[in-house]
């Protein structure tokens, strides 16, 4: 299985936290029924998704309902308990990867180092951005294909529409996958709009997605794919991204030039 390891060098100079890598080991007691290979339904999505976040909560740190991480991202998202139709649950990881993912069930889940480094503005960018790949559907085309690899689809299984039991480390595999997964550019692009909508919508401060992916550029400069490539895998062509927010906010009126955009040195989440 691959390991989820988006540390970075700079965290090793912040406040020690009590922190682990996600943990995405066997799943114990798991099992995954007739789910379908082709004919992969909304419902399909939603139950795999779940299975697979419910199983990730029970095997890492998640914050508890007073720890500060919590209390931040309550505040900040208390009101979004529905977006869009899609009814959402929020909980923190604390573990030291940078990440941060929505699935078709509503689960969204944010790694705390990501809220060490990311303003309130940038998180509600970020999430927003993870809330436009579950609405287009791209989590949906995610847990499909991880399914089908965790499964090893063969010809014979295809053809029927229908597939075996996961087993305890498919279910873990499954997971991996779906984390792993990056979406086309369109995709991304289409999640950025989503993000952007989303932030005027609520008048969020939109620069506030502009400065987060100046940020994952800094961050992936110079860095080599052996430490932190899936939050940057998944988010690709930062600085351009972050021009197109640019252009675009300028566009709508709203653009307030935020300065220059460093990564912090000491944790925002107190």
Not at 51 to 60: I, L, T
Not at 63 to 83: C, E, M
Not at 127 to 144: F, L, R, Y
Not at 183 to 204: I, L, V
Request: charged share 25%.
């Amino acid at each position: 299985m691959k390991k989820i390891t988006l540390c970075l060098l700079f965290l090793g100079a912040m406040n020690a936290v009590s922190a682990q890598k996600i943990n995405l080991g066997k799943a114990a007691g798991v099992v995954s029924k007739g789910a379908k290979a082709f004919t992969f339904t909304n419902e399909d999505a939603v139950k795999l998704s779940k299975e697979s976040v419910d199983w990730m909560d029970k095997n890492n740190p998640v914050a508890g309902p007073k720890d500060p991480y919590t209390v931040r991202l309550n505040k900040l998202f208390g009101k979004h308990k529905s977006q869009d139709g899609l009814a959402l649950n929020y909980k923190v990881y604390k573990v030291k990867d940078i990440n941060a993912f929505a699935c078709a069930d509503g689960s969204v889940r944010v790694f705390s180092s990501l809220m060490d480094i990311m303003t309130d503005d940038e998180l509600l960018a970020v999430i927003g951005h993870e809330i436009g790949h579950v609405k287009n559907q791209d989590t949906k085309d995610a847990i499909k294909s991880a399914y089908m690899k965790a499964a090893a689809l063969d010809a014979a299984s295809s053809a029927s529409g229908t597939v075996a039991a996961l087993n305890e480390s498919q279910v873990g595999k499954m997971a991996n996958d779906f984390l792993d997964a990056s979406h086309s550019k369109k995709q991304e692009s289409q999640a950025d709009t989503y993000s952007y909508d989303f932030m005027k919508a609520n008048n969020y401060n939109v620069v506030g997605a502009y400065s987060a992916f100046k940020k994952l550029a800094l961050l992936s400069e110079g860095s080599t794919q052996t430490g932190f490539e899936k939050m940057f895998n998944s988010h690709p062509d930062s600085e351009k991204r972050a021009q197109a927010i640019k252009k675009r906010a300028e566009k709508d009126g709203v653009w307030k030039d935020p300065g220059t955009v460093a990564i912090p040195k000491t944790k925002l989440t107190k």
